[in-house]
């Protein structure tokens, strides 16, 4: 059984900074990417960026030169440093794995989604 455990969101002002972690545990073979989508009221859930498999990097344009997405290999953790924080970055974040267990092939696995919220 795999979790992914989320942490870090919350209330920030337009331009402040938050950082969100997100620690995958269970019975892992190999993780093939980890990252954070987004989902606002009433729009459809987008990437907001991903780590794949040695450390290539996807960022949606929207916050490209404001977040940085790492990951922990050690520690099976992935994090979205988020900068310059704008109102429209607020939505429910939701930590994203795709990974293999010992005894299933590699399916994709969701966290339960953390808010963040950005004031103007």
């Known amino acids: 059984q795999v979790q992914l455990m989320e942490s870090g969101g919350g209330l920030v002002q337009a331009g402040g900074s938050l950082r969100l972690s997100c620690a995958a545990s269970?019975?892992?073979?190999?993780?093939?990417?980890m990252g954070w989508y987004r989902q606002a009221p009433g729009k459809q859930r987008e990437l907001v960026a991903r780590?794949?498999?040695?450390?290539?990097?996807d960022y949606a344009d929207s916050v490209k030169g404001r977040f940085t997405i790492s990951r922990d290999n050690a520690k099976n953790t992935v994090y979205l440093q988020m900068n310059s924080l704008k109102p429209e970055d607020t939505a429910v974040y939701y930590c994203?794995?795709?990974?293999?267990?010992?005894?299933?092939?590699?399916?994709?696995?969701w966290g339960q989604g953390t808010q963040v919220t950005v004031s103007s």
């Open positions: 269970g019975s892992i073979f190999r993780i093939h990417a």
């Open positions: 994203n794995a795709v990974l293999e267990t010992k005894l299933n092939d590699a399916a994709i696995y």
């Open positions: 780590v794949i498999s040695v450390n290539k990097t």
